[in-house]
């Protein structure tokens, strides 16, 4: 059979932040393996991940790779936390996200809009449906 990639890339390298600020959206996750919360929010992010394999996500482990958490903190001017989520449009911050506010559906709500510009359906669908009931109110 096939083998499925995990949902989650690991950022290890100046290459791979290369890649993630190329990405047209990506999403990028800080993760702390000291922390509980954030083994709360690896969950999330991860079921996210896989409902939306279209959209990359990096996760970069802030304990081992600190120099590399520090140089994204430098790129994107966004101010470390972890767990944290930062999405990346054109390799500008476009929404980030910290602590407990690390889950998946804070994440769909706020990325659907996203993926429905870069032409996923079930985002198009999900967004359309939330500005219909957004009127409807």
Known sequence: GRVTPPPMRPLAD????????????ALLFKHSTRCPI????FDEVEAFARRH???????VDVIHARALSRQVEARLGVRHQSPQVILVCDGA?????SHFQVR??????????????LGDPDARDAAAHDAAAHDAA
């Open 14 to 25: 100046a290459d791979d932040l290369a890649a993630l600020l190329a990405a047209p959206a």
């Open 38 to 41: 954030s083994g709360d929010a």
């Open 53 to 59: 394999p279209a959209l990359p996500v990096w996760i």
């Open 93 to 97: 911050a476009a929404w980030d996200a």
């Open 104 to 117: 998946a559906d804070v994440l769909e709500r706020k990325v659907a809009a996203l993926l429905a510009l």
